[in-house]
């Protein structure tokens, strides 16, 4: 099988044996028989496999073209475990842009424990050159980012890292593996929340780990076990039926996304878009040469500042005021006091006119009228 969405089908859901059920069954169970004193046939316990989990670690590590893939309980949980693998003493470079859930996690758990974090235009070759250091160990890359959609090259950065014999890791959650692979441009590590667009409905919390490492995911494998921030059966079971349908959804998000940006661009409201399939957008062209489509996430500033941003937020109609993204509803959130107020006061703190979209599969027609009325 070589087709995307073919895979995205049938790797971890062939036809049960002894059934022929086309989808793989949720394996509630937390123990195993054994044949024998320490022969399980399948594991010993619920926590450190389930046959629900493995297939949906076999899809997604095939998708992102990846030989190894473990699954957590939450995205967080997936950068907890790939962040245990540093040591007090040792130093982060991460994009001045990023994920504030990523940025509380080092800085607020992982800097008491020692780690030390440098935040950075990724943009800037320059400015990621001075940052490295001796103890650098990890290059930590969104692209597309949270919320501003920045754009870098995850090619050139590698390169960049490698030199200094530091793990290149990309947040593929915007992107997904239908738009982009890291892996096959050079990162060494692939994290997912797989809350968003793998899951799809807005109905299931998880996250994912990728890589061709065979001792990092090793050592994964063993924080998974040993920690137990492990997806349940039906968390899992509600992922691989999600991914089944990334591609068909993906096409449609981006799509719609595509629309409302342009539209955004040429309203005498808005201030700014961000959106890297715009031309004027700064990344775009990085973009282009590096994803198949540029997804469905806008962010836009308007001319009025913080008080109108706030009302847009609070009219929308089909867009529900809420965090989170990826799903096949249309959100719309002021990300300054929602999903990024752990950056406040730091490097990373957004404007308080900043609306980040999370674009739905709605027909799109409906939600430029949404918009349109919000905005005037």
């Known amino acids: 099988m070589s087709g995307f969405n073919t895979r995205a089908i049938h790797v971890g859901s062939e036809p049960d044996a002894s059934t022929g059920a086309v989808n793989p069954p949720v394996y509630l169970t937390s123990t195993y028989a054994q044949d024998g004193v320490g022969v399980p046939r399948f594991s010993d316990y619920g926590r ?9 670690e076999h899809c997604l590590a095939d998708l992102e073209n990846a030989q190894f893939g473990v699954a957590f ?34 800085t607020r758990i992982f800097g008491d424990w020692g780690v030390s974090v440098t935040c950075v235009d990724l943009s800037n070759l320059d400015e990621v050159r001075s940052a490295i250091r001796p103890s650098t ?5 969104e692209t597309p980012s949270n919320p501003l959609l920045n754009v870098s090259s995850i090619r050139v950065l590698s390169e960049v890292a490698h030199l200094h014999e530091a793990r290149v890791v990309v947040d593929n959650t915007f992107a997904t593996p239908y738009l982009q692979r890291p892996l096959d441009l050079g990162a060494d590590v692939v994290v997912h929340s797989t809350t968003k667009y793998i899951g799809g409905h807005s109905d299931v919390i998880g996250g994912f780990v990728a890589t061709n490492d065979d001792e990092l995911a090793a050592t994964l494998k063993f924080h998974q076990y040993a920690i137990g921030a492990v997806p349940g059966p039906l968390d899992c079971y509600l992922l691989v039926r999600g991914v089944k349908t990334l591609g ?8 719609n996304a595509r629309a409302i940006a342009e539209f955004l661009a040429t309203h005498p409201a808005v201030e700014r878009v961000y959106y890297p399939g715009l031309k004027s957008h700064p990344g775009h062209d990085v973009a282009k040469e590096q994803m198949s489509d540029f997804g469905g996430m ?5 001319r009025g500042g913080t008080g109108d941003a706030r009302k847009v937020c609070e009219s929308t109609q089909i867009f529900t005021l809420a965090e989170s993204l990826g799903g096949v509803e249309s959100l719309i959130e002021l990300p300054a006091v929602m999903t990024h107020a752990s950056t406040t006061g730091s490097l990373l703190e957004l404007p308080d006119s900043l609306v980040r979209l999370s674009v739905g599969i709605e027909d799109v027609e409906d939600l430029l009228d949404d918009l349109n009325a919000a905005l005037n």
């Open 248 to 255: 068909v959804r993906m096409e449609r998000h981006c799509a």
């Open 73 to 106: 309980a939450s995205g967080l949980a997936g950068e907890d475990a790939l962040l245990r693998t540093l040591s007090p003493g040792e130093h982060v470079i991460l994009g001045n842009d990023a994920y504030g859930g990523t940025y509380r996690l080092l």
């Open 298 to 302: 806008v962010s836009f500033t308007l």
């Open 48 to 56: 450190v496999d389930n046959p629900t989990r493995a297939a949906l």
């Open 137 to 141: 160990r990890m290059l930590w890359i």
